[in-house]
């Protein structure tokens, strides 16, 4: 059954009906009077499911007063003859409308099912279209396609928020007129605005939610659809744009560690070329030296060799940081295996001098990556052994400050003065004086590179000693 | 005279290598990347290998793991700095010690010379050791320092013997809890290094700078009777 396209065509269609109907009735004179009754209920129930409630109402009245007037007798009049047959009448007229709203409410309910089914279609294919779409630019175009048509609305437009806050139209029907006004307040307070249209239908501005913020407006002109679909729309509309927001915020992490494995991979190859000839070099010079005997140009060469290699090294580690490609893996470790490690691998700058090390508190643990932070201690106990003369005492401690851990290397030389503290962790500055002193300039500025990047402070102070005191201060790990 | 395979991408390395250890009286037969040297290895009988770990076609690690398979031939990795990670693996792959780049000749020869003289003494007396100014007895649970006995804990006594079994090597943090313990669960790398601590201070003349049993930072330790 199809919704007629005109309702007023109920009421004559409806006296029709039940004109012909009695006309037919009349052609058949064996019919008892009840058979005529249910006959003409019927009629009334068709009248009223097709044409609904009003034609049905007319129906019903129309039915009553036939019956009346061509079954009861007197025949051809509106009195009636025999009281039993008022009641009759009274009956048939309230079956008559009974059955008529009946079938009317029920041919209502259906169509209000069919309505439902027909939008929980619309937005299942909606949801499926931008499913389908992994690209926002062309995601937005052509969900506003998508929603025209899911909406039954003339023009629609989708307003994006961008980074400032700014509303920008990303998506609308051509030649489409919006009132900016109501748009920023749907945006801003949430609030959505429906007023009958010029076109027809509703015009309607949606927030576009995405949780509890909003991420624009969706705006829809002669919207035959109900308020409820829209709505329903909003929410798809949320939900495709944040997924989209999610996809590139993936893809560029991908790119990202691609480039930085890249970049990383790039540089272990550069060291490796710039060092193996060094230490081929280095190696040929220490076999001539077995097979003739070491000579003062020999031994010139292989310092000169090494201090190449250290050199070389150290830009390195430089050209790692600043590219980016020297990323922590940090993990859980006590501190006093940090202070072990450290010492094994630079324990050897410290030949000269004499070691005293508090044993650091055995439960004391710090989450960063252990290579990195022994590298930054490694150049504080280097740069205390520089700096400070021969045969006096180097001091490394271990203590808890707070929320932090501080690591501690002091020396007995002449520290470094308060003026120049920030100064020598720039990169290639040399303190005046230490020109006779080995090193580039770059020990300090690597160290609080490295110290940064596992979440930590490096600082240089004096020591109670009367030398410098590095320290190196890390977020405590929780116990 | 024993057989080496030296396996190396670089020629200048491996001339200054083979020169080496030719000069130390050995045979050296070389390969330029892993795959040359499995072949090698395949052909002939070797005493060591040295080979580094990162060359084209098969890596070094690949290539531990490959002979492993093979034999329990004493391998030496040339390794570079700040890949603890790389150097666990090598170790639990079966290699038995790395020396790391930029590394010296001497160190080098130094290193395959104790790798060679283990396999050789393998079957020598287990039990007994010394150097320095120490002696142990692992058969009669003794252990002297400067004519004194020392008393060491089961755990500490078990670490020394385990360190003795291989000298100049390197075990992983692992591979000494395994053989200790027994088991790697429940015990961490602090709890190793705190008895590795007291096993120090009852030996090493100075334990903040000790001689004989160094640590390999964020590896594991080495027992190293020669310093």
């Known amino acids: 059954m199809k919704l007629p396209a005109v309702r007023w065509i109920g009421y004559p269609a409806a006296v029709l009906v039940v004109g012909a109907t009695i006309a037919l009735l009349k052609l058949f004179r064996q019919l008892t009077v009840s058979s005529v009754a249910l006959l003409l ?29 061509f079954f009861l007798p007197p025949l051809y009049t509106f009195t009636i003859a025999d009281p039993r047959n008022v009641a009759a009448l009274f009956v048939f007229l309230v079956s008559a409308l009974l059955i008529g709203r009946l079938s009317a409410l029920s041919r209502h309910r259906l169509e209000l099912i069919g309505a439902e089914r027909r939008d929980l279609l619309s937005l299942t294919q909606l949801s499926q279209g931008f499913l389908a779409d992994t690209n926002r630019e062309s995601l937005i175009g052509v969900a506003a396609d998508r929603l025209r048509q899911a909406l039954q609305c003339r023009e629609v437009a989708i307003l994006l928020a961008d980074d400032t806050g700014e509303l920008a139209r990303r998506a609308e029907t051509p030649g489409m007129v919006l009132r900016e006004d109501l748009a920023d307040l749907a945006y801003r307070q949430g609030n959505s605005a429906a007023y009958p249209s010029e076109l027809g239908g509703t015009d309607i501005y949606l927030p576009i939610p995405i949780g509890l913020q909003r991420a624009g407006v969706l705006v829809a002109r002669g919207l035959l659809s109900s308020e409820r679909m829209a709505e329903a729309c909003a929410l798809l509309l949320g939900l495709a744009v944040e997924r989209e927001r999610f996809l590139g915020l993936a893809r560029a992490a991908a790119e990202t560690s691609t480039s930085e494995q890249m970049k990383s991979t790039l540089l272990a190859q550069l060291a490796h070329d710039l060092k193996t000839p060094v230490a081929a070099a280095r190696g040929a010079i220490e076999n001539w030296e077995k097979e003739s005997g070491a000579s003062e140009g020999s031994r010139l060469a292989g310092g000169q060799l090494d201090a190449l290699t250290r050199r070389i090294g150290e830009l390195m580690d430089v050209v790692r940081l600043d590219s980016g490609a020297t990323r922590p893996r940090p993990e859980r470790v006590s501190c006093a295996a940090i202070v072990e490690a450290a010492l094994a691998r630079f324990g050897d700058a410290l030949a000269q001098h004499s070691l005293f090390l508090e044993p650091p508190p055995t439960d004391l643990a710090v989450e960063v990556d252990p290579s990195q932070l022994t590298e930054a201690l490694g150049h504080g106990l280097e740069n205390a052994a520089r700096y400070s003369p021969a045969g006096s005492t180097i001091r490394v401690s271990v203590a808890e400050d707070g929320k932090n851990v501080l690591f501690h290397v002091s020396d007995e030389g002449g520290g470094v003065p308060a003026s120049e503290r920030d100064r020598v962790f720039e990169r290639f500055v040399r303190l005046p004086g230490s020109e006779r002193v080995p090193g580039s300039g770059l020990g300090l500025a690597i160290a609080r590179s490295l110290v940064e990047l596992n979440g930590g402070r490096l600082r240089l102070g004096d020591a109670p000693s009367g030398g410098a005191l590095f320290e190196i201060a890390i977020p405590r790990a929780a116990r | 005279m024993s057989r080496v395979l030296l396996a190396d991408d670089e020629p200048a390395i491996r001339k200054v290598v083979r020169d080496a250890l030719e000069r130390e009286g050995h045979e050296v037969v070389t390969a330029v990347d892993g795959q040359e040297a499995l072949e090698r290895f395949e052909e002939s009988r070797f005493d060591l290998v040295v080979t580094d770990l990162a060359m084209p076609r098969l890596g070094g690690l690949e290539l531990v793991q490959e002979i492993r398979r093979l034999s329990p031939v004493p391998v030496l990795v040339l390794t570079v700095r700040n890949e603890e990670r790389e150097k666990v693996h090598l170790l639990d792959a079966g290699a038995d010690d790395y020396v790391t780049k930029p590394f010296g000749i001497a160190e080098l020869v130094a290193r395959a010379r104790a790798l060679l003289r283990r396999a050789d003494s393998a079957q020598g007396h287990p039990g007994e050791a010394r150097w320095g100014d120490i002696a142990v007895d692992s058969a009669a649970r003794s252990v002297l320092k400067a004519g004194k006995p020392v008393h060491l804990t089961p755990i500490e006594f078990q670490i020394l013997t385990t360190l003795l079994k291989k000298p100049g090597a390197v075990w992983t943090h692992r591979q000494l809890m395994a053989e200790v313990w027994g088991t790697t669960a429940g015990v961490t790398n602090d709890t190793l290094r ?26 594991g330790y080495r027992f190293s009777p020669e310093p």
């Not at chain 1, 009003?54 to 007037?69: C, D, E, I, M, R």
């Not at chain 2, 590795?196 to 030996?203: A, F, I």
């Open chain 2, 194 to 219: 705190v008895h590795m601590g007291s096993l120090r201070r009852k030996l090493e003349d100075d334990p903040n700078r000790p001689r004989w049993f160094r640590t390999e930072p964020w590896v």
């Open chain 1, 41 to 69: 209920l019927l009629t009334v129930f068709l009248c009223a499911s097709v044409w609904q409630s009003g034609p049905g109402v007319l129906a019903a009245v129309l039915a009553t007063l036939g019956f009346n007037f």
